[in-house]
């Protein structure tokens, strides 16, 4: 079982649609993280929240907007969305943002698809 | 060159079958390694970290040389559910940026 929650699993939405990513996880972990994953490649990073302050953006189109509200909670705002955005957004965390050894603990992921 | 490199596969090997994934990393300064497993859709799992010293996990053992940076992933008496891809990711000094290799596939078969 998953310790990291994401919803919805999936989500299919129009290009003027405004939807929401939500992730939380009670783990107590102080970085958070947005990762885009395409069809047979690895996770691309998004967004990294460390201590509930936006550390790295990937240089990430404005209509892709992170939200931090606590330390728990992660989500991610979606607007005029393209077609080339679906693919599967996972959230993960780790214990401590920028230490060694601090390993990452995915959620089980929502795919989006853009229509 | 990219900066963690990984055969992509797929490995198909009879179940029984040892097999060893390695994975190369260009960055000198990368201190710590992960491999993951990705099942077809849904999200990776932490599989085991790797140390210098070399750690196993019942079936699986890692391995980390620096002097000639790669990593290894052996998976011993292998399972129809080892079918699975295979990431390795390395975490670059201090920076909250894993990379990740572009993954290696094992089928396992009967």
């Known amino acids: 079982d998953t310790e990291v929650t994401q919803t919805p699993k999936h989500l299919v939405m129009g290009m003027t649609n405004k939807k929401s990513l939500k992730c939380e996880q009670h783990m107590g972990h102080r970085a958070m993280y947005w990762y885009k994953q395409k069809a047979k490649k690895p996770p691309e990073l998004m967004f990294v929240?460390?201590?509930?302050?936006?550390?790295i953006n990937e240089s990430v189109p404005s209509r892709f907007s992170p939200e931090c509200p606590n330390s728990s909670l992660l989500n991610l705002h979606l607007h005029a969305l393209q077609p080339e955005d679906s693919a599967l957004y996972l959230c993960?965390?780790?214990?401590?943002?920028?230490?060694?050894?601090?390993?990452?603990?995915f959620g089980n992921g929502t795919r989006l698809t853009v229509t | 060159r990219k900066e963690v490199e990984q055969d992509p596969g797929p490995f198909n090997v009879p179940e029984g079958a040892t097999v060893a994934f390695n994975c190369t990393y260009s960055?000198?300064?990368?201190?710590?390694f992960f491999w993951y497993r990705q099942d077809c859709r849904k999200e990776p799992k932490l599989l085991m970290s790797?140390?210098?010293s070399g750690n196993e996990d019942g079936r699986f053992t890692a391995q980390l040389n620096r002097a000639s940076q790669y990593i290894s992933l052996l998976i011993r008496d292998s399972k129809l559910s080892d079918s699975a891809t295979y990431l390795c990711?390395?975490?670059?000094?201090?920076?909250?940026?894993?990379?990740f290799g572009s993954g290696t596939r094992l089928l396992v078969r009967p």
């Open positions: 929240y460390s201590y509930e302050k936006l550390s």
């Open positions: 993960a965390s780790s214990q401590e943002g920028g230490s060694y050894n601090s390993p990452l603990h």
């Open positions: 990711v390395g975490q670059m000094d201090s920076s909250y940026k894993l990379i």
């Open positions: 960055n000198s300064a990368s201190q710590s």
């Open positions: 790797v140390y210098s």
